[in-house]
């Protein structure tokens, strides 16, 4: 501005003092004003041409801005979001505790009366004693919640047993009872290794679990068997392939649980199963609750 501002007033001053020349004088003046007006348009243009690199820079300034501006907040809104599920999670977890705790019982009756009443027949308690029991009540709710089995009723009679074959199975045949007649583990004495059958001692929650390897060019498909029905399934296939299924059920006492190859039309049934001192083919399971 100060530039323009210079100029026009350098102008005025020429075409004033043009006022009073001589006509010679005039035409050298005019000749003089000419150039001097052609300077001031370049100079004009050039500042026109800063004006619009200027506002060139500050318009992608300000898109840089507005970019810069948006990925802040949506990284503001991405926290946010984050800080609102933790939260959340929080709240669930303080749920979690405050149900697990053991809440005293609400009651209408008079306590001053009752604490009397207490305590005319019966000798005074130590309140570290009542605090002790309530703590260990509430551990024992925390270890239920975790899954952790409480220490004040343990199992008194696990029931769990283990067995392998001695040798390779061979010759299998669709519906075929597998027996695995070593036994490692039998507490309990469910397994009998004569019938390949677990016959349930206690009802409960148990796993059931069985690997079974089959030879080169083999196919296996088994079950495992609760009472006829089918509740567990798997399959091999291929060379010196290795599987091994799990199942938790739930069994009532007096059930038979076996492993047997299926009837599935499907499956080949061909190869033997590997059972040796190096890989062993086993049956297993045992009680959790």
Known sequence: MDKIHSLIIFAGIILTTNAYASPVEDERMYTYHDQVLETILVKFQSMEREL???????KSQKETSKRKLEAV???LNRQTILIQKQDNQIQSLKKVLV???IK???????RSQEYTRQHQSQPLVDSRDTDERI???KRETQKRLLG???TT?????PV????HFSTNEVHLTSHHTLVFDVVQTNTGNGYNKHSGSFIVPRAGLYVFTWTLITESSGEICTNLVVNGVNSGYSYANGNWQQTTSIEVLQVEQGDTVLVRTNNYSGCNQVGSITSDKWRRSNFSGWLIG
Not at 104 to 110: A, F, L, R, T
Request: hydrophobic share 25%; no cysteine.
């Open 52 to 58: 619009k690199m200027l506002r060139s820079e500050l």
């Open 73 to 75: 907040a949506g990284e």
């Open 99 to 101: 149900d697990s705790d």
């Open 104 to 110: 005293p019982q609400k009651s209408s009756y008079n």
């Open 135 to 137: 703590s260990k009540k």
């Open 148 to 150: 952790i089995p409480s």
């Open 153 to 157: 009723s343990p199992i008194t009679s």
């Open 160 to 163: 769990a047993f283990s067995a």
